[in-house]
Each structure stands twice: as C-alpha cells, then as structure tokens.
C-alpha cells in the first residue's frame, strides 16, 4: 500500500514540477507569478525525493 502511495505521489510530483517549470520559463522574472512558480517547483523537487526515498525504502525491505 505503501508503495502505491508512493508511486502516486512521485507521479504527481514530476507533474508538478514540470508544468511549473515550464509556467517559469515563460513569465517574467521578478513578477510575483514567477516566485509563486519558483516555490512550486521547489515544492515539486522536494515531493519527488521523499518519494523517491520511500520506494528506495519499501523496496530494500522486500
């Protein structure tokens, strides 16, 4: 179950990261709408290593 959350996550999180990333490179620096993106692909990193570090944690425990 564990590792289905995970995986789920670390798909949300690739989605996350990539259109925000995208939403960067496409407005303006210095505009609050980029640091709302900036933060969000942040975000998105962060989700996609602990998730990455679950599966990594799940599976060596199999």
């Known amino acids: 179950m564990v590792g289905l959350i995970a995986r789920a996550g670390l798909a949300f999180g ?4 990539l259109a ?10 210095g505009t609050p709408e980029s640091a709302v993106s900036a933060l969000t692909v942040g975000i998105g990193v962060f989700l996609i290593l602990i998730t990455s570090l679950a599966l990594y944690i799940e599976r060596k425990r199999r």
């Open 14 to 17: 690739v989605l996350l990261t």
């Open 20 to 29: 925000a990333g995208l939403l960067l490179l496409l407005l303006e620096h």
